[in-house]
Every structure is written in C-alpha cells, then in structure tokens.
C-alpha cells in the first residue's frame, strides 16, 4: 500500500476549542461573544475587560443574546480569579449548585438561565464601579485601583441598606441585583456611607 493511500488519523481538536468553535460561529453571537473567548486553556483578565467593555456598549438584542447564550466557562474561571472569590463563595453568588457548577467546568458548558445572568450582573457591577471610580479623573488612586478584586471583596461584606446582607447573597435574584446597584448609586451619591 502507498503512503498517499494510507489514512493518517485525524487529530481531534481540543476540546476547548471545540466548544469555542461551535459558539463563536454562531452568526447572532458572534460579535459580543466573538471578543472574550479564549483559545487556550489558560485565561487571563483581559478576557474579563474585554466582555465588560462589550456588554457597554451592547445593543439590546446582543444583551438578550448574551444572556440566552450564557457565559463560558472560560470566563466564569477568569472571572472568578479576578474577583478574588473561592469556587465555594461564586457558587453562592450565582445561585448554582456545587454539582452543577462543577459538571458545567468540566465539560466547559456554558452558564445559561439564572445563573448565566448573575454573571452578566457581577460584570455590569464591576463596569458600575468602575464608573464610579473614573468619573473622579483626578484622583491619582483611582488609577491603581483594582475594581474587580474591590467588588470582589465587597460583595461579601454585610450591608446594613440590604438588611444586613451581603451583596452576594441577592446577586442570584434580578431583585436583588437591582437592589445591590441601588445601594452602590447611593454610596456613590453619598446617601449612604
């Protein structure tokens, strides 16, 4: 038999690129989702900045979009890192089940449903402080801050405007998202120290 005759096996791709693949090709979200997932299995917090400059300027129908396609498993890993947080104190935050989450990571799923859309909500927190912290463009700090582990940190701090709560344990609800940006807009108001 001739080399050219023999069949080579085909190499299968790795499984995180295959997943990328197959959502990043999708036409609808391609470009929202088309600017964060990674290619590799090592993620960093550009990947986080990137979907939050995204979600921005996203229209309303990338939003819906976004929130019927969920969030990669990716960025949940990254996004995780960058807030500071445990996988134990995520789980808590987006109201998911420690099996589920863990399945979800394995088989790098995505995060859809309610889960899905309390990630888009610590995203859409941490654009808020951000805001919050740019809009005083002249306090040299400002620019050293770190926004995403300072949420990170301060979601699991009692508040006594949410009863005593910590953000993190509202963040699971669309209430209680609102409820926590309510509480920031008044800390930034001054409202409420």
Do not use: C
């Not at 009692?158 to 926590?180: C, N």
Request: no cysteine; charged share 25%.
């Amino acid at each position: 038999m001739s080399q050219s005759a023999k069949k080579q096996p085909a190499r299968a791709p790795a499984k995180a690129d295959a997943v990328v693949r197959g959502r990043v090709d999708m036409p609808h979200t391609k470009k929202l989702l088309g600017t964060y997932v990674i290619k590799h299995s090592k993620p960093d917090r550009k990947q986080v900045d990137a979907l939050r400059a995204s979600l921005r300027h996203a229209s309303l129908v990338e939003r819906v979009e976004l929130e019927r396609e969920g969030i990669s498993s990716d960025l949940v890993k990254n996004l995780i890192g960058t807030l500071g947080l445990t996988s134990s104190d995520f789980q808590g935050v987006v109201g998911i089940p420690k099996a589920t989450y863990t399945k979800k990571m394995r088989d790098k799923s995505f995060f859809t449903g309610n889960s899905g859309h309390s990630v888009v909500g610590l995203l859409e927190l941490i654009n808020m402080v951000e805001d919050m912290i740019t809009a005083d463009g002249q306090n040299q700090a400002a620019r050293d801050f770190d926004v995403q582990r300072w949420v990170g940190h301060w979601i699991q701090q009692p508040q006594p405007a949410l009863g005593g709560r910590a953000p993190a344990e509202l963040m699971d609800t669309p209430s209680g998202r609102a409820s926590v940006k309510k509480v920031l807009g008044a800390i930034q108001s001054g409202a409420y120290q």
